[in-house]
């Protein structure tokens, strides 16, 4: 069993940084692909990043690329998102999620049916 608390959120303007972490328990964290995923009030939950179980391949959504680097320290069992440049619209509820085939599920859609989720931590960025 993988339990995953996520923190870091808070209140920035707009062009700053903020730092989000995940803390995994369990010693399977490494047999994991960890991303992050985030909803916004009145809006679906969306893919964000996402990152293999060495730390050696990551993918972006779009809307983050360039702005956003997720990494993981495996004998730390974290995983972080360092978020630079933002925007208002990155305003949500930021979740960390674990799941071998992490990938493959999000590009179905299938967030329900990722195995372990966090429970989340806002970001709020101001104008």
């Known amino acids: 069993q993988v339990q995953l608390v996520e923190s870091g959120g808070g209140l920035v303007q707009a062009g700053g940084s903020l730092r989000l972490s995940c803390a995994a328990s369990g010693r399977t964290f490494r047999s994991y692909v960890m991303g992050w995923f985030r909803q916004a009030p009145g809006k679906e939950r969306e893919f964000v990043a996402a990152i293999n179980w060495s730390g050696s391949s990551a993918k972006y959504a779009d809307s983050v690329l360039g702005r956003f680097t997720i990494s993981r320290d495996n004998a730390k069992n974290t995983v972080a998102l360092q978020m630079n440049s933002l925007k208002p619209e990155d305003t949500a509820a930021y979740y960390c999620?674990?799941?071998?085939?992490?990938?493959?599920?999000?590009?179905?859609?299938?967030?329900?049916?990722?195995?372990?989720w966090g429970q989340g931590t806002l970001v709020t960025v101001s104008y």
């Open positions: 999620a674990a799941d071998p085939n992490l990938l493959t599920k999000a590009a179905m859609g299938r967030y329900r049916s990722l195995e372990h």
